[in-house]
């Protein structure tokens, strides 16, 4: 006799919630909102067969299982109520689980939920786990509440991390600038990534950081895109996206506002591309600063390409401390467009920090191999063009069609350039010390 399919996937069923929890694999309980309605097993006045009700129930059963809400541990979400505990809970039980696929972390659309210092660990058993931000996630506006002043929100070791939703993060900044605006005091980084291999972050908003809004450390091919993130142009410190110790990170797509850099690339990065950016306000992307305190800093294989800069304090800029060590090579900026901007091109070596007994500021990071390509624009200024290098000089630099023009009336742009050595063609303003 044939046992219809759809009879013993009940049985089935039934016998697993009977059975006695031996282990936490051995009872499955169906969520209280589990309904194969909406999941498409059962239609109104449409005949379902024993294989498409399997099939339903199967993906249905899958989607509920791999998917964990934060309300569903205990998250409150009025943006009063401390959630960190709840999201805690909710990580823990996704980064433990066995099920197989995707998991998910759900922070639900329509809720605004309170988090204090938390850090996200892993490894999870999951090969690949998403957070999913679709509300928003809103950082206490009292400093005193604060449990971590270095960071804020931090995943660390999580391998095939994906962060996304289309929500908003908001740092409640303001309150730190306030109190806390100088550059000696500490302010937490809103999003912090460590030794998250291959990660993804995109479609978020993130505002108002106390200090840097993204922090990328020790990563290794992490991709970033179709970010909004926001802070007022008078904010301190409040950088876009930070790289260190990383290689072949993608930022792409983005709009980045801020009262610092818009993106920022520091010691120990290679195989950088970046491309698509709106930068504006803020301070440009900087590869910089380096050398500071006498240290070795090394960054080379960047690609900056059809990025915009739009009433920006600096444009493209290397940065290097006097008395430091080490080289920053390979580097390329193309297709770049600028708008009012104040210091369009800037290579500056003339960082100086007090000496100390370890330093020797005779010596400079070596700065070479630096491309600027298909560039035009508007400078606020009449200076377009600075090329300020130690006493090393820098090599091998090239300026290949290059037109920025002052915004000023009846101003006309120029370069300066100090132990720069390169060559320059199809080049407005002239760069006097490359070749023609």
């Avoid at 399919?5 to 089935?12: D, G, R, S």
């Avoid at 306030?178 to 302010?187: D, H, L, P, T, Y």
């Avoid at 106390?210 to 008078?234: E, M, T, Y």
Wanted: net charge neutral; charged share 15%.
């Amino acid at each position: 006799m044939k046992i219809p399919l759809t009879a013993t996937i009940l049985v089935l069923i039934i016998w697993l919630i009977a059975s006695p929890n031996r282990s936490c694999s051995a009872r499955i309980v169906a969520p209280d909102d589990f309904d194969l309605f909406d999941y498409g097993a059962v239609h109104h006045n449409t005949q379902t067969d024993d294989e498409g009700f399997s099939k339903a129930f199967l993906e249905a059963w899958e989607a509920k299982t791999n998917t964990f809400n934060v309300v569903d541990y205990g998250a409150v979400g009025n943006g009063l109520v401390d959630d960190t505990k709840a999201f805690l809970k909710a990580w823990g039980a996704m980064c433990a689980s066995s099920t197989q696929g995707t998991l998910t972390l759900v922070v639900p659309k329509g809720k605004r939920f309170l988090l204090n210092a938390v850090a996200f660990e892993g490894p999870c058993r999951a090969s690949k786990v998403n957070f999913q931000i679709q509300g928003s996630i809103v950082a206490p506006n009292n400093i005193g509440a604060w449990t971590n002043k270095e960071m804020w929100i931090q995943f660390s070791k999580v391998q095939g991390l994906s962060v996304n939703g289309g929500g908003r993060i908001d740092g409640n900044g303001a309150v730190w600038w306030k109190a806390c605006g100088g550059e000696g005091c500490q302010r937490p980084t809103a999003l912090h990534f460590n030794k998250c291999h291959g990660f993804q972050l995109s479609r978020l908003a993130i505002f108002n950081s106390p200090k840097n809004h993204i922090s990328i450390c020790s990563c290794n091919g992490p991709r970033v895109f179709g970010l909004f993130i926001w802070a007022p142009k008078d904010s301190p410190n409040t950088d876009g996206i930070d790289i260190s110790q990383s290689t072949r990170v993608t930022i792409q797509s983005s709009h980045i506002a801020t009262g610092d850099d818009c993106i920022a690339i520091n010691s120990g990065s290679s195989y950088i591309k970046i491309r698509d950016i709106k930068c504006g306000p803020g301070h440009g992307i900087s590869i910089g600063s380096l050398g500071q305190h006498g240290e070795y800093s090394q960054v080379e294989e960047v690609q900056v390409s059809n990025c915009t800069f739009k009433g920006t304090t600096n444009g493209v800029r290397i940065k290097t401390w006097e008395g430091g060590s080490g080289y920053a090579r390979k580097i390329t900026f193309e297709g770049i467009t600028f708008e009012d901007t104040k210091n369009p091109i800037i290579i500056d070596q003339h960082y100086f920090a007090k000496p100390t007994s370890a330093m020797d500021i005779s010596k400079s990071v070596q700065v070479s191999d630096v491309t600027y390509r298909n560039i035009n624009g508007t400078c606020a200024d009449e200076k377009a063009i600075s090329l300020a290098c130690a006493g090393g000089g820098c090599t091998n630099i090239v300026m290949d069609n290059v037109t920025i023009k002052s915004d000023l009336p009846n101003k006309r742009s120029y370069a300066y350039c100090d132990n720069a050595h390169g060559t320059s063609s199809f080049s407005v303003p002239s760069v006097p010390c490359l070749s023609h």
